[in-house]
């Protein structure tokens, strides 16, 4: 069980980085040129990256792949939905609801013995 916890809590911290790579140039950056976004969001996905690599590495050695990649977008999704909402003062949508059923039905089925 330690080691599923150290790779979920690794992934959930490597998700708000990547989260904030991906999405917070739109933001903060929309005035500048295309290649300042890039450099910034580069800088910030060094550290998604510190934190994924070993939360795969540790997750490897009980989960098979797909398992990892299932529970990375179950993740990303629980990440994300508060990013859009609070920093990106996005609406809440229902989408969100039935997008987090589905991936709960992955999870459920890729981890299911």
Known sequence: ??????????????????TFAWYAHLKNLN?????????????????????????????YTKMDLSQLKILQEAITLTVFVPF?????????????LWAALCICGAVYFIFRA
């Open 31 to 59: 005035a500048k040129p295309w290649f300042i976004a890039v450099l910034a969001s580069w800088g910030i996905a060094f550290f998604e990256y510190v934190l994924q690599v070993p939360a795969n590495r540790i997750g």
């Open 1 to 18: 069980m330690r080691i599923t916890l150290v790779t979920i809590l690794l992934l959930v911290c490597s998700n708000v980085f990547m």
């Open 84 to 96: 859009a909402f609070f920093y990106m003062k996005q609406p809440l949508r229902m989408d969100y």
